[in-house]
């Protein structure tokens, strides 16, 4: 099966930076993915990582280490409105299912002024 | 707004009855997933259908069936409802079977009385 581990709460104050940690254990890794979700709102996709390394996008980053089974989501300059859950999530590669996703359980983030 | 409308947004009714969840993907989009979030169980994965033919499979109880039609809207029916049913109930699209990002609807709240 899939396992994902990732930290229940984080928080920090405006204008810091933060990581939020995420570590899998799946046969058939294929890749990961980052989602935000603010209270009561749909999942937005924020990153995914394929290769080993780090992508970045505008005041967010993602992190992947294949080898060590592990990815870290960075956050720079937190603004107030960076206040919600952050799920890694893994695709696997095992065919005609090689679409699906499996989340962890979440990351929530609380951002102080 | 991500283009994926789901209806309806609140749904409440009581033990032992059916329902059914509507959900239109982004215009292009070929694949529907379907996905559970409870507070205990975080979002998990129920299926996948890719341009009508149902294409990966998840924790989908017996009592739960979806079908994508083909004008490609899909619905979730839900039927001999427990308690523990009561979830957020997110559908999902991509423009194939395999992309790397999901565009989810605003999800629907059912609650079992």
């Known amino acids: 099966g899939q396992s994902l581990e990732q930290p229940s709460e984080v928080t920090a104050v405006e204008g810091a930076i933060v990581q939020i940690n995420c570590t899998y254990q799946?046969?058939?890794?294929?890749?990961l993915s980052w989602y935000q979700q603010h209270d009561g709102g749909a999942p937005t996709f924020l990153s995914y990582n394929a290769l080993d390394g780090l992508e970045e996008t505008g005041r967010f980053s993602s992190f992947l280490s294949r080898s060590d089974s592990y990815g870290y989501l960075l956050l720079q300059e937190l603004q107030m409105k960076d206040s919600a859950s952050y799920f890694c999530?893994?695709?696997?590669?095992?065919?005609?299912?090689?679409?699906?996703?499996?989340f962890g359980r979440g990351t929530q983030l609380t951002v102080w002024p | 707004d991500s283009g994926v409308t789901q209806t309806p947004k609140h749904l409440i009714t009581a033990t032992g009855q059916r329902v059914t969840l509507r959900c239109s993907p982004r215009s292009g989009d070929l694949s529907v997933y379907w996905y559970q979030q409870s507070l205990d169980q975080g979002l998990q994965f129920l299926i996948q259908?890719?341009?009508?033919?149902?294409?990966a499979k998840g924790n989908i109880l017996e009592r739960f069936s979806a079908q994508q039609f083909p004008d490609l809207h899909s619905e979730l029916n839900l039927s001999s409802l427990e308690l523990g049913d009561s979830a957020l109930y997110f559908c999902?699209?991509?423009?194939?079977?395999?992309?790397?990002?999901?565009?989810f609807g605003p999800g629907t709240r059912l609650t079992v009385t």
């Open positions: 999530a893994v695709r696997v590669d095992r065919g005609s299912t090689l679409g699906r996703l499996y």
């Open positions: 259908y890719y341009n009508g033919e149902e294409r």
């Open positions: 999902a699209s991509s423009e194939g079977g395999d992309e790397d990002e999901q565009y």
């Open positions: 799946t046969s058939g890794f294929y890749g």
